[in-house]
């Protein structure tokens, strides 16, 4: 593992050949590059405010917990290339996307670790960004790695995602087993989707099968573990931007950058025109995918229907009846309008 000087050192010299800023990056930024349905679920899409928090920091190097497919991590590469900043990435399975990323940059470290095997180890950056398992027992053991490594204002800038609906108060679990059964909760698996406002499943709700079966509680949540962390240390202050499956931020009160920050995020935090911008986006999401549901349960009925309907053309028995339908229908009894035809089969399968 290359010590942080030693990155620092790598990074400064890729910074004099490259010190544009953000907006001249060499590659264009595509915050819904691994999410095909535009849900907005990478921290990538608070960009400009994530960059700016760390240059009001005066950070120059960043762990990023969770870097998975590399959506965020080259937001924070090419940031790091103009300020003579590192980047670790941590993630026990990488996506090939973020292994090739780390190979083309060298203030890229990548740590092929879970979180709380890497946090021990590794020089504690002046960033921290906490965006990995999201739920109450690895975040909290994550913070308590952290604090316990950092007394007091030696606290690194603490960045966290999803500490909005639907994971502030509803665990996920990328491997439950890897969760003591004590702090697991049970999972929805198939049993529904979750849905805003409603604490439990239904049908047609947003299909997260690892998530917790029931939102709230204690022991529950990414946001309830940050907080019990936040409210067992001393001046350490915790600001939510209510956007893109929430943006949190903590600081310690006593860091050289605490005013700067807090100048530039008392004014989104907990924002109530962003909560309600927020709230009408995730419930319109879970609405859209709850009219998909409903068209798919619809055309798998259609498809049910039209395979019988086949079937009957096929049947010499219902040839049978068809048969016996017109006869009746000649004796007067019940009229043309009782007979079933395949022509009218065949012209209901047409349209």
Avoid at 277 to 285: F, G, I, P, T, W
Avoid at 328 to 344: F, M, Y
């Amino acid at each position: 593992m290359v010590s942080v000087p030693a990155r620092l050192a790598v990074a400064g010299a890729a910074a004099a050949v490259d010190s544009r800023p953000v907006s001249e990056a060499r590659t264009e930024f595509d915050p819904y590059l691994h999410d095909p349905e535009h849900w907005g679920v990478s921290l990538a899409q608070m960009r400009e405010l994530l960059l700016a928090v760390l240059d009001a920091a005066g950070a120059r190097s960043v762990a990023e917990i969770g870097a998975f497919a590399g959506d965020l991590t080259r937001v924070l590469v090419e940031w790091a290339a103009g300020r003579g900043a590192a980047v670790l990435a941590i993630d026990p399975a990488p996506q090939p996307g973020l292994v090739e990323l780390a190979s083309s940059h060298p203030a890229l470290e990548l740590i092929r670790q879970t979180s709380l095997e890497a946090l021990p180890v590794i020089p504690l950056p002046d960033a921290i960004v906490i965006d990995g398992d999201h739920n109450y027992h690895t975040v909290g053991e994550e913070l308590a790695l952290i604090g316990g490594r950092a007394a007091g204002a030696e606290l690194p800038l603490l960045l966290f995602h999803d500490v909005c609906w639907p994971h502030a108060r509803r665990d996920d679990y990328f491997d439950a087993g890897l969760i003591p059964e004590s702090r697991r909760h049970p999972q929805a698996g198939d049993a529904g989707g979750i849905f805003p406002g409603d604490p439990g499943l239904r049908p047609g709700g947003l299909p997260y099968p690892r998530s917790a079966a029931r939102e709230g509680g204690p022991g529950n949540g990414v946001l309830t573990a940050i907080e019990e962390f936040v409210a067992g240390r001393e001046r350490v202050r915790l600001a939510i931007v209510p956007a893109f499956f929430g943006f949190g931020v903590a600081w310690h009160e006593q860091a050289p950058y605490a005013a700067a920050l807090a100048g530039l995020l008392e004014p989104l935090d907990r924002n109530p025109i962003l909560e309600r911008l927020e709230a009408n986006r995730v419930e319109h999401l879970a609405r859209g995918h709850g009219h998909a549901y409903e068209l798919w349960q619809a055309r798998q009925q259609l498809a049910a229907q039209e395979a019988v309907l086949h079937r009957l053309l096929d049947s010499s028995a219902f040839s049978v009846a068809e048969r016996l339908s017109r006869l009746r229908a000649a004796a007067g009894i019940g009229g043309e309008a009782s007979v079933v035809s395949k022509q009218e089969i065949r012209r209901v399968l047409r349209d």
